[in-house]
């Protein structure tokens, strides 16, 4: 088993930033993707940002130019930096993780945190 642990979010107005981060710990032997999905009410969960093991990134067009993510391969850590926030920003905001556990088996599989709310005020 994989456990993702998120910490870093909270209430900040419309402008300001906050710096989210994630933990992986367990069965792991390679970590490939690593990204940050997020959740509003009534609506399917969105990616956010993700990055490989490679270093190669993919944005969401809404926070283009305002989010950075970036990961500590050796520590299993994954960073969201979200610097000009909007009130539409507001979500929970969800770790996730492509694990493969073992050398044995090539079987990757997916893991998601427990979430972390972030809330901007207008």
């Known amino acids: 088993q994989v456990q993702l642990v998120e910490s870093g979010g909270g209430l900040v107005q419309a402008g300001g930033s906050l710096r989210l981060s994630c933990a992986a710990s367990?069965?792991?032997?390679?970590?490939?993707?690593m990204g940050w999905y997020r959740q509003v009410p009534g609506k399917q969960r969105e990616l956010v940002a993700a990055?490989?093991?490679?270093?190669?990134?993919n944005y969401a067009d809404s926070v283009k130019g305002r989010f950075t993510v970036s990961r500590h391969n050796a520590e299993n850590t994954v960073y969201l930096q979200m610097n000009s926030l909007k009130p539409e920003d507001t979500a929970v905001y969800y770790c996730?993780?492509?694990?493969?556990?073992?050398?044995?088996?090539?079987?990757?599989?997916?893991?998601w945190g427990q979430g972390t709310q972030v809330t901007v005020s207008s």
């Open positions: 367990g069965n792991i032997f390679v970590i490939f993707a």
């Open positions: 996730n993780a492509d694990v493969r556990s073992t050398l044995l088996s090539a079987q990757t599989t997916s893991y």
């Open positions: 990055i490989t093991s490679g270093g190669t990134i």
